[in-house]
């Protein structure tokens, strides 16, 4: 049986991978596909390198604030979870 608190870190995992790929893996393919011919203009270079790193830096906003949520949601003080429980007396 999985934990509970095993299905968010994994959730968190993939996303990470699938983020991590969908924004770097994107470089190595434009570095192997240049040609002797091509010329690489460093403005545009530089656009793409800056809005690459505002990508990367809303997808790890987005699970920083994902994942406060739902721990603020998960440890409030009115989840009946967290409720002090007392034993009842035997009569």
């Not at 996303?15 to 393919?29: A, E």
């Not at 240049?34 to 800056?50: M, P, S």
Request: hydrophobic share 50%.
């Amino acid at each position: 049986m999985v934990s509970r608190s095993a299905l968010p870190w994994t959730m968190i995992g993939c996303l990470s991978v699938i983020c991590y790929l969908s924004i770097f893996g994107s470089n190595f393919i434009h570095v192997y596909a240049q040609g002797a011919e091509d010329l690489i203009i460093r403005r545009v270079a530089v656009w793409d390198l800056f809005y690459q790193g505002m990508v990367a830096a809303f997808v790890v906003g987005a699970l920083v604030q994902g994942t406060l949520v739902y721990i603020y949601w998960r440890f409030r003080e009115s989840n009946p979870k967290n409720r002090v429980r007392t034993e009842k007396k035997e009569a």
